[in-house]
């Protein structure tokens, strides 16, 4: 088992910054990749980054590449995500998720087995 918790979130006017924690503890894994997911109200959970575990490889999706940054701190089994130039359409509960297997970096929420409770955060125009 993994257990995830989210970090960091809150309401931040468009154009600021945001820095998102999540905090691994459990059966981690050196292979894991880690992903950030994202829901809005009536919409379906959406893929917003990925890192795996040895911060070699990143992922972005195309809404917020340029301005998202995923980073990985090994020694206190957290991931970040760094959120710059916010937009009101980034508003959406933020997840974490954990697809220990590492075999693929996955855009598909279902390819991930662990997630955290979900970070609010809110984009005022």
């Known amino acids: 088992q993994v257990q995830l918790v989210e970090s960091g979130g809150g309401l931040v006017q468009a154009g600021g910054s945001l820095r998102l924690s999540c905090a691994a503890s459990g059966r981690t894994s050196s292979s894991a990749t880690m992903g950030w997911f994202r829901q809005a109200p009536g919409k379906e959970r959406e893929f917003v980054a990925a890192?795996?575990?040895?911060?070699?490889?990143?992922y972005y999706a195309d809404s917020v590449k340029g301005r998202f940054t995923i980073s990985i701190d090994n020694a206190k089994n957290t991931v970040y995500l760094q959120m710059n130039s916010l937009k009101p359409e980034d508003t959406a509960v933020y997840y974490c998720?954990?697809?220990?297997?590492?075999?693929?970096?996955?855009?598909?929420?279902?390819?991930?087995?662990?997630w955290g409770q979900g970070t609010q955060v809110t984009v005022s125009s």
């Open positions: 890192i795996t575990w040895s911060g070699g490889y990143t």
């Open positions: 998720a954990a697809d220990p297997s590492g075999s693929y970096v996955y855009t598909r929420a279902y390819k991930y087995d662990y």
